[in-house]
């Protein structure tokens, strides 16, 4: 950085739109702070409070099934949105992207425009006595090219935000019993969520994946992007990884199905839902994919497949599985209001 740069950024007076209004988005309490002109971009600021679920139980003293309805659950709660337009007296502004952290973290925020912000009193003394590892900011910088508002103080400001649409997973816990192989023709299963609503999917066949002889043949492929000098390392952490999800001289057991708006399922076996959790220091999350390049199955609904359990190379037997939860779909939607 040059030392003119540091200069302007130093002394560079903010403008601000102080909003200071809560509103229920999606079941959630949401404070719009304000949105702030700042020196390379333009950020809007909300605020809302983090909650925990499932602190009583102590680690390896729950099941998968509980820890995962806990993140469900909490997931719900602290839910994050995504604003994709704001209308401010018939101007428009749009957001490119957005983050967010607690509050504990706060150094990792711009400190100029939140101090900025609780001098403008847009935090009001109700969040006082409020942990700041419980509340949690998130900034939504606005699109580059595009001005920063200007607001007529003697006309009234009506705020129109448009949110984008978001997905919510669904508890679901149906049990059944698969066998290795295809299915047959309209092999319909059907089920109620925890919603008590009624649907239904098919299954076209439960099979198995050989994750490792395909990570080896693409590894390379994969580590096109890693400089030279890091390419060891990441393969070393890669390993290891696969490893977690699944041994050497295993596989995958894979359940292929379809559903009529392309819902996500997730599938997992009973034998995992019912162990202890283990919390280890290798968090492992991983995309696994697979894509015959055809959109619709055999009984003309949209495909999906989703992995499970690691299996033994010669197992050929019946294993114990639940639809666990799905993801639907929550669509886009206006939120209105004066401040």
Known sequence: MKFKDLRDKLFFEREEIIINKKVTVRGQEILFLG????????????????????????????????????????????????????????????????SGSSLE????????????LIKNDAISEEWDDIDITNMFITCYEQADGE???????????????????????????????????????????????????????????????????????NLDN???????????????????????????????????YETKDGSQLQFLSKNHLESMVEYNSHGVAMYLAMDDGDKYGKNNYLKGVDFLDPIERDFNGDMEIELFSKHIKIPGEFVSFEI
């Not at 070393?236 to 295993?250: Q, V």
């Open 147 to 217: 001005d920063f508002p200007q607001i007529d103080a003697n006309e009234k400001i009506t705020i129109t935000l448009k949110i984008d649409e978001d997905f919510e997973e669904v508890l679901i816990e149906h049990p059944i019993t698969v066998t290795l192989g295809d299915y047959p023709l309209n092999t319909r299963i059907d089920y109620v969520d925890e919603y008590n609503n009624k649907d239904f999917f098919y299954i076209n066949e439960v099979g198995r994946y050989n994750l490792w002889e395909d990570t080896l043949k």
């Open 222 to 256: 994969i580590m096109n992007d890693i400089e030279e000098d890091e390419r060891e390392q990441f393969k070393e952490e890669h390993l290891t990884s696969i490893e977690c999800l699944c041994p050497k001289g295993m596989d995958l057991l894979t359940i292929s």
């Open 105 to 116: 973290y706060y150094d990792d925020l711009d400190i100029e425009d939140l101090k900025h």
């Open 35 to 98: 949105f702030i002109k700042g020196y390379k971009c333009n950020r809007m600021y909300v605020l809302c409070k983090n909650h925990c679920i499932g602190d009583e139980y102590e680690e390896g003293l729950i099941t998968n099934r509980q820890d995962k309805i806990n993140s469900v659950k909490a997931s719900r709660i602290n839910t994050s949105i995504f604003l994709k337009e704001m209308m401010i007296q018939n101007q428009k502004v749009t957001f490119k992207s957005s």
